[in-house]
């Protein structure tokens, strides 16, 4: 039998999770597309390297809340309904990464991703940050910061005995980073990853 609980909270996930709010904030500030300027990402590393570290913020903080509203009002408005808020915010993360509104191209799901995990495994979420924070500080390649951040989760929640729920949710968006940053997995191993860097004046150069 259809749980049209379930649909119901999957189309809410995925309809919060597709909100462009990288293409916005670019399209406000800048007035182009995105997704045809630096890594043709919607995501807040292409935000940085398009308009600056403040832009890029932004849409960091509001790729980040969208996926921690659908987890928390998920949990919040469905009580007792384990695993409930993780297929919302898994949905959530699959809208970023694949957002209708956009022909299917959104950003990689990195922070939502997190906004998603917060809420339901604080200390797991916040040492996988430093585990991104510390692969971007050697390598200065947010990609490797990105996976390695997200590959990272289900190790820490695993150590600190999170529910099962919550570790298959953790692989499954570590999966979706991984596939979304398949490009990048490349260029990395051939070398040609470009460093995470301010734009240059005048805009941001056209780069993989």
Not at 27 to 46: E, P, V
Not at 58 to 69: F, I, M, P, S, W
Not at 104 to 109: F, Q, S, V
Request: hydrophobic content about 50%.
């Amino acid at each position: 039998m259809i749980s049209w609980t379930l649909v119901a909270c999957l189309a809410f996930g995925f309809a919060a999770g597709s909100v462009p709010t990288g293409h916005l904030v670019a399209g406000r500030l800048r007035g182009g597309d995105l997704r045809r300027l630096g890594s043709r990402s919607t995501g807040a590393a292409n935000v940085f390297r398009v308009l600056g570290p403040a832009p890029a913020l932004l849409t960091l903080a509001l790729d980040a809340a969208k996926g921690a509203a659908v987890a928390i009002l998920v949990r919040e408005l469905v009580p007792g309904r384990e695993g409930l808020p993780e297929a919302a915010g898994l949905a959530a993360v699959l809208g970023h990464v694949f957002p209708p509104w956009l022909r299917w191209r959104g950003g990689k799901g990195v922070a939502t991703s997190a906004g998603v995990l917060a809420p339901l495994a604080p200390a797991a979420v916040l040492l996988s940050l430093a585990s991104f924070g510390l692969v971007l500080g050697v390598w200065r390649r947010a990609s490797a910061g990105s996976i390695a951040g997200a590959l990272s989760f289900p190790i820490w929640a695993a150590l600190l005995g999170e529910s099962r729920s919550v570790l298959l949710a953790g692989s499954a968006t570590a999966a979706i980073v991984l596939f979304s940053h398949r490009e990048n997995v490349s260029r990395l191993l051939a070398g040609e990853e470009p460093a995470l860097r301010r734009p240059r004046r005048g805009g941001a150069e056209d780069e993989p």
